[in-house]
Structures are given as structure tokens and as C-alpha cells.
């Protein structure tokens, strides 16, 4: 991190992962696209403020967010979260045929559903935890929260949209 020559290479070590988060929090392909040049530049004109206390990732990842939260604040709204990978949380193992098939797609799109209507800060740690798959440490350095802060707006999150799920009738208790 001494030389602002290998930039480049930060770029194309974490352009990738800048661009998941933003276009899961925003669910705009050219607005992710504008938020990993904004991190970007802001890191290179930051460069000798960083000060290397933490992983340059989580510095990018820090500012990243911060210009998310701002252009949804500005947007006065949040966007639905799509295309979200829900494998990680339900798998197909259990399925055995196409109309298991259905159904679990059925209940992927209603977990969709519910993550959309989680909380900003419920949703960024969810994303984070869940499809970046960050530490809670990273996460609470780059939320500048405390871990067990983020642990627990983590648990929050998942109750919250298990609830929701058993309320609608499309999970059962024992999930």
C-alpha cells in the first residue's frame, strides 16, 4: 500500500466485489457501475489519509456503502434486492423431484421478498455476512459498529424474516 502505481492492481483485485455489494444494496447495474468508480476515486484522492490500521478491502468496502446509503438516501427509498443467491441459505438438498422444485422456488422468491423489507442496516449486514462472506469483525469495521452489535442485527435479521416466513404459512416451526 506504499505506491499509488499499483492501484491498478486494487482495482482489479476488488472492482468485482465492490460492484456485488453495491448492485445488491442498489439493484441497478449502471448505478453499481457509478458507485465502484466513486469508491474507487475516492480511494486514490484519500490515498495518503489511509492510514493501513485496517485491510485496504475493508476501506473500499467502508466507502462503498457509505456512497450507497447516499444515493438510496437521495433516491428517498430503498430498491428491492433481486437476483440474490439463496442457495447459501436453503439448499437444494432435500429436493427429489420437480414439484419440490417448485415449491422451493416459490419459497426463495418469498425469502426475497422479506430481505427487501429488512431494515438498511439488517440488509448491508445481511448482505455482507451472507454473500460476501465477511467476517463480523469486517463488518463492524466497515460500519464502524461493534461486533457484537453487527451479530446481533445479524440474528435480528434472520428471526425477523423466519417470522414472517412461519406468519405467512410458508415455512413451518421447525425451520
Known amino acids: 500500500m506504499k505506491d499509488k502505481k499499483n492501484f491498478e492492481e486494487y482495482y482489479v483485485m476488488y472492482a468485482n466485489k465492490i460492484y456485488s455489494v453495491a448492485y445488491r444494496m442498489l439493484n441497478n447495474h449502471n448505478d453499481a457501475m457509478d458507485i465502484v468508480q466513486e469508491t474507487f476515486l475516492r480511494a486514490y484522492k484519500n490515498w495518503n489519509n489511509f492510514k493501513g490500521l485496517s485491510m485496504f478491502s475493508t476501506y473500499l468496502y467502508r466507502i462503498a456503502v457509505n456512497l450507497s446509503y447516499d444515493f438510496l438516501r437521495k433516491k428517498n427509498k430503498m430498491k428491492k434486492v433481486e437476483n440474490l443467491d439463496y442457495e447459501n441459505i436453503l439448499p437444494y438438498s432435500n429436493k427429489t423431484n420437480f414439484e419440490d422444485c417448485v415449491h422451493y422456488d416459490d419459497l426463495l422468491e418469498e425469502i426475497k421478498k422479506e430481505v427487501d423489507n429488512l431494515a438498511e442496516k439488517q440488509k448491508i449486514v445481511f ?44 415455512i413451518k416451526n421447525e425451520m
Open 127 to 170: 448482505i455482507l455476512k451472507t454473500y460476501e462472506e465477511l467476517t463480523y469483525e469486517e463488518i463492524a469495521h466497515i460500519l464502524k459498529s461493534r461486533v457484537g452489535t453487527v451479530k446481533a442485527t445479524y440474528f435480528q435479521s434472520l428471526l425477523k424474516i423466519r417470522e414472517n416466513l412461519k406468519k405467512k404459512g410458508v
